[in-house]
């Protein structure tokens, strides 16, 4: 407040001033509100605005059924940047009050594919950005203002994503639509003024990319899953082990490296072909990581060790958390297998993301290893120079 600021200042020169005036700042404690009063009449009051928001997604083939599936839910409005934007005002009385806003919203600068965790195992992948290309997406929005006030009192916005190979006339066939609700519920008086500006509060139009991690971290489920996929052979119930060996792949998708790491242990313990079939069918860098911790338990020699490293090695998208495991790998046994894995992941991360905080640890490790004058093992330099030049 502008008035706890003066004060402040006054109480700081305080201690030089004579004892007369220290106390009358006793009382400065009533100037303060005295002053807050002053300010808040110098300034108009501002208002503050809540809103209701909520969701509404309906999935279905459009032309087919009348049925639709979906949830409704209240969350964050979806964003897709910059668009190209048509108004049409329907009614108007001092200002607008009936708006309605058209929007393509494949034209907008932030609108593109987002990047889903998938086996590493599978045939097709990297699918996401080419399909994304082939839905046509469009929003229309209708938006209602109080003339007197001037301010919104209600929007409702209406997003359809039709996919375009298979439907009819860009209206027929399969199509996602999405409703969007904004009304206005209250407004209340307030007499905050925040004069700071800050670019670190600073935030573009463009979606940010959210946690799709589990929101109770815990191993329990994974483990209980686990524990009937292994106990279903002595059972009639085979049909379930599709559904759950989903289960248990979608439960390690939604754990975190430090959760994920303890229960592969007890998974391990369970049954190590199942726990490494479901880690390997994962795909997140979480999994990618705890293979690699866990194998770094084996013996030194295990041929099986290389081979899953260099496997590894050959993904299409490392992570600076996978790059930072095979580092780790490295630095335990120096294998072929593991360092052409390590100069791998390192050349992929570095065409992604430049420079990384990971790939300067490997340079450093690779340099520890050449020392200063390459006077160490002549196959080990022969190997890092080759690994090296790969980078």
Not at 77 to 83: F, M, N, P, T
Not at 144 to 149: A, I, V
Not at 329 to 338: T, V
Not at 368 to 384: E, N, V, W
């Amino acid at each position: 407040m502008a008035g706890a600021k003066i004060i402040d200042k006054i109480r700081d020169r305080a201690k030089t001033m004579p004892n007369q005036i220290v106390d009358f700042l006793k009382h400065l404690d009533s100037l303060d509100i005295l002053l807050e009063k002053l300010v808040s009449k110098r300034f108009k009051s501002f208002r503050r605005f809540v809103y209701d928001y909520e969701a509404e997604n309906f999935n279905g083939v459009t032309g087919a059924t009348d049925n639709k599936s979906g949830p409704k839910v209240s969350c964050k409005a979806s964003v897709h940047g910059v668009c190209p934007t048509d108004f049409t005002v329907n009614a108007r009385e001092d200002i607008a009050t009936d708006v309605t806003v058209n929007r393509d919203l494949s034209k907008c600068d932030s609108f593109f594919a987002r990047r889903q965790d998938t086996s590493p195992l599978a045939l097709i992948t990297g699918m996401n950005y080419p399909l994304s290309k082939m839905i046509s997406s469009t929003q229309t929005c209708n938006y209602k203002f109080d003339n007197q006030k001037k301010h919104m009192t209600r929007g409702v916005c209406t997003e359809k994503h039709i996919f375009m190979p298979l439907s009819y006339k860009n209206e027929y066939g399969i199509s996602t639509v999405v409703k969007q609700t904004v009304t206005l519920r209250e407004t209340a008086k307030i007499n905050d003024r925040i004069f700071d500006h800050s670019e670190n509060n600073l935030k573009y139009l463009s979606m940010d990319v959210t946690d799709d991690k589990l929101p109770l971290q815990t191993k329990d489920s994974v483990i209980l899953t686990l524990q009937q996929l292994n106990n279903l052979p002595s059972t009639t119930q085979g049909e379930k082990r599709a559904s759950l060996f989903h289960s248990l792949v979608s439960e390690l998708r939604g754990l975190k490296v430090d959760v994920l790491g303890s229960a592969v242990l007890e998974m391990m313990d369970m049954s190590s072909s199942l726990s490494w079939q479901a880690l390997a069918q994962c795909g997140t860098p979480e999994c990618t990581s705890a293979m690699l911790k866990f194998l770094r338990t084996f013996d030194e020699n295990a041929l099986e060790v290389d081979a899953t490293v260099y496997a590894l090695g050959l993904m299409p998208n490392p992570s600076r958390l996978m790059v930072k495991d095979m580092l780790a790998m490295a630095q335990n046994k120096q294998s072929r297998p593991i360092m052409y894995a390590l100069s791998n992941a390192v050349r992929k991360l570095y065409q992604a993301e430049g420079i990384t905080p990971e790939i300067t640890a490997v340079s450093e490790f690779m340099a520890s290893l050449l020392g200063a004058d390459c006077a160490g093992d002549k196959d080990l330099i022969f190997l890092t120079l080759r690994v090296g030049n790969q980078l």
